[in-house]
Nanobody
Framework: QVELVESGGGSVLAGGSLRLSCVAS????????MGWFRQPPGKQREGVAE??????????ADSVKGRFTISKVNTKNTVTVYLQMNSLKPDDTAMYYC???????????WGQGTQVTVSS
């Protein structure tokens, strides 16, 4: 059983920063691909950033490249994945979700989401 718990969302002014955290627990989370996705109001969910189990591969969407960074830290029993978000824009307003899966084509575990609101 894999459990994902996100935190770190909030309301900021444009140009500000937030760091989202996702604590993942489960028997295979240390080898799982993990990603951050977001769903803006009235729009479809989109991928933001992904990282491989070993952390050697990362992907960042063009819309956030140069502003967002994904990283992960493994502990004995958990994995924490971070999304550092800088130079935030109103278009970044969305519910942000953490996900985990055996590969990047199969994210089958999702967190409950954390809201990010950026005002101008």
């Amino acid at each position: 059983q894999v459990e994902l718990v996100e935190s770190g969302g909030g309301s900021v002014l444009a140009g500000g920063s937030l760091r989202l955290s996702c604590v993942a627990s489960g028997i295979w989370t240390k080898t799982a691909y993990m990603g951050w996705f977001r769903q803006p109001p009235g729009k479809q969910r989109e991928g933001v950033a992904e990282i491989s189990g070993g952390g050697g591969w990362t992907y960042v969407a063009d819309s956030v490249k140069g502003r967002f960074t994904i990283s992960k830290v493994n502990t004995k029993n958990t994995v924490t994945v971070y999304l550092q978000m800088n130079s935030l824009k109103p278009d970044d307003t969305a519910m942000y979700y953490c996900a985990a899966g055996p590969n990047r084509s199969n994210y089958n575990y999702w967190g409950q989401g954390t809201q990010v609101t950026v005002s101008s």
